[in-house]
């Protein structure tokens, strides 16, 4: 199916649209300051060596040395290789016998400095493609364990024949699995391409520079997202396009005749409402054509999708009425997992069919539809209890996760207490007071909604508490306070 990728860019933040028949199915956002550092590669240079920890302080050039431990030394994991094929293990050596002071070292980030904590660092350099995972310290080549076990050998042969004699290893990623000898062909030539060129530039830069930067969202539209169906890629800046062009020359020349630049008098995102799309794509409802809708609800474990028929009633019986949302259904969904970037376990619950035809039929369409997904997924089929048990693996958090968070008012429960419920906590609440201090009066600060029931509807029982316990209790609306929230001042 053809596609087109546009491109929205602002110094703070890029953001990536794949726009498929006329409407967004899928988008990326990455936040200049929240880019991480995870696989960068730095010429570092030992600060400290650590014999009693273990460990050495690396300077790569940031506010805080990084750490290193020995087991994440290119020998100590020779040794780990040993371990895992049945060999014997050859002894840690100890840092010290490694490393010295003022050593120049090449590093890549495994961890993100965290709090006071530095990043932590690995010497065995990888370095990630859209199928390969390239190893240029190592000449082992290696599958994905989430590839079935029976296809691993034949795949495993593939990757060594493609990759010949030229050193270095190679591990097949998942989404490699149904790669044709083209595609893997060119992943190689590329990691290969990029490794020599961060050799090239440690033999020329200082220590505590940076070698190799792990792919912008902008070079990774290129690597990851473009394929040949993709008939444009617009991008909205004029500096960006000149350096993705010049990226593209070199690494992904099939993409450079569908570069454009941009140049329109709206906004780039308004030819395809997409900003429209992301507030709906953070809302909890979709809304279907037929009048059903679904109901997604994003828990830490797992993603519940629930399917509703609303006001859709065209059909001539039920069973069709149900039947037609379900298949309608079934494509918003494989729509929807790739707009929000859903991942990990999916329970979908389609409305009840009782034609095993039917139930055929919609599994079919939602697999068909699975099918454009770039993502690997994996379909159970409907289990005991009608519910259709998936997973989608996870490559990066969830659009929700990256552009919002939890409400303070319900702290991510999705719901608050009711007025009349906090009111009761208060009263509560004064009483337990009562029972340990003697203050010469009570004032309750609550959300204006609280203190309106405390005037009107529950006046009778705040006064009935103030004559129990032979204090006043006085009142005081707070328009910032959210509607759980309260304060018991004793005066």
Not at 67 to 73: C, I, N, P, R, T
Not at 155 to 169: N, P
């Amino acid at each position: 199916m053809q596609q087109d990728i546009l491109i929205n860019w602002s110094p703070q933040e890029t953001r990536v649209a794949v726009v498929e028949q006329g409407a967004v199915q899928e988008l990326q956002v990455e936040r200049t300051l929240e880019r991480g550092l995870v696989g960068n590669v730095y010429l570092g240079k030992v600060a400290r060596v650590l014999p009693g920890m273990q460990s050495a302080f690396i300077d790569i050039g940031l506010d805080r040395a990084a750490f290193l431990h020995v087991a994440d030394l290119m020998s100590s994991i020779n040794s780990r290789h040993a371990e895992s094929e049945a060999l014997s293990p050859t002894p840690l050596q100890p840092i010290e016998k490694q490393l010295f002071d003022g050593q120049s070292l090449m590093v890549q980030v495994l961890k993100d400095p965290i709090g006071t904590k530095g990043a932590r660092l690995t010497t065995q350099i990888s370095i990630a493609g859209r199928l390969l995972v390239f190893l240029p310290q190592d000449n082992h080549i290696g599958v994905s364990q989430k590839i079935p076990l029976r296809q691993r050998e034949e795949l495993r042969q593939r990757v060594q024949a493609l990759s010949g004699d030229m050193g270095g290893g190679f591990i097949l990623r998942t989404n490699g699995e149904d790669a044709a000898d083209a595609e893997l062909a060119e992943d190689i030539a590329y990691l290969r391409k990029t490794w020599a060129r961060i050799k090239d530039t440690s033999l020329r830069v200082p220590s505590a520079s940076v070698l190799h930067q792990d792919l912008s969202l902008l070079q990774r539209v290129l690597r990851d997202v473009a394929m040949e169906s993709t008939q444009t890629i617009r991008i909205d800046s004029r500096e960006q396009f000149e350096k993705l062009k010049t990226f593209a020359t070199e690494f992904m020349p099939a993409t450079v005749p569908k570069l454009q630049l941009y140049s329109g008098e709206r906004p780039i995102f308004d030819l395809f409402n997409i900003d429209e799309e992301i507030a709906k794509a953070l809302g909890r409802r979709v809304d279907l054509k037929s009048g059903g809708y679904l109901i997604i609800d994003q828990a830490e474990a797992l993603t519940v999708i629930d399917v509703n028929t609303g006001g859709f009633v065209g059909a001539r019986n039920f069973d069709d009425t149900i039947f037609k949302t379900n298949l309608e259904a079934s494509q918003a969904i494989a729509r929807q997992l790739r707009l929000r970037n859903l991942g990990g376990i999916v329970i979908l619950d389609f409305i009840d069919m009782v034609k095993e035809n039917h139930r055929d039929a919609v599994l079919a369409e939602f697999q068909k539809q699975l099918a454009r997904d770039r993502i690997k997924t994996t379909v159970n089929g409907f289990s005991a209890l009608g519910l259709l048990e998936m997973t989608r693996k996870r490559t990066r958090e969830s659009l929700a996760h990256q552009l919002c968070e939890p409400c303070n008012a319900c702290i991510g429960k999705g719901v608050v207490k009711t007025a009349r419920s906090v009111s009761y906590d208060i009263l509560r609440e004064i009483l337990r007071e009562a029972r340990q201090f003697n203050p010469r009066e009570f004032r309750v600060v609550a959300s204006p909604k609280v203190i309106e029931l405390f005037l009107d509807e529950e006046s009778r029982h705040l006064a009935s508490l103030s004559d129990f316990i032979g204090k006043p209790i006085s009142l005081q609306a707070e328009a910032a306070m959210a509607q759980e929230q309260y304060d018991i001042v004793l005066l």
